[in-house]
Nanobody, 132 residues
């Protein structure tokens, strides 16, 4: 059973940085399969928003709000997904979730950034709070 667990959230002032991690247990990187992992965020009362997607080959796609400030990466050997958050703004305050599509058919790109329902596995989330 695949389980995802996020960590690294916290409270920072505007302009600060955080590094989120998502450890995947019960899963080993499969270079021959098109799996994707992603970061989403959600503010209470609003829809879940895609932040970044990374595909099997390490190609990345970002939401416009994340471009130039956030960086998604992964350690295939350790099955860990990262999200480096720089130049944080108060509007980045949200619960951040990692997600995995392990169907072997994920092509990455904006399609997978805007459709959270394609992801089978989700973590419990880590809160990021940015104060002005």
């Amino acid at each position: 059973q695949v389980q995802l667990k996020e960590s690294g959230g916290g409270s920072v002032q505007a302009g600060g940085s955080l590094r989120l991690s998502c450890a995947a247990s019960g899963y080993n990187y499969r270079p021959h399969r098109s799996d994707c992992m992603a970061w989403f965020r959600q503010v209470l009362g609003k829809e879940r928003e895609g932040v970044a997607v990374i595909d099997r080959d390490g190609s990345t796609t970002y939401a416009d709000s994340a471009k130039g400030r956030f960086t998604v990466s992964k350690d295939n050997a350790q099955s860990i997904l990262y999200l480096q958050l720089n130049s944080l703004k108060p509007e980045d305050t949200a619960m951040y979730y990692c997600a995995a599509d392990l169907s072997g058919t994920c092509a990455g790109g904006s399609y997978y950034l805007t459709r959270p329902w394609v992801y089978t596995y989700w973590g419990q989330g880590t809160q990021v709070t940015v104060s002005s």
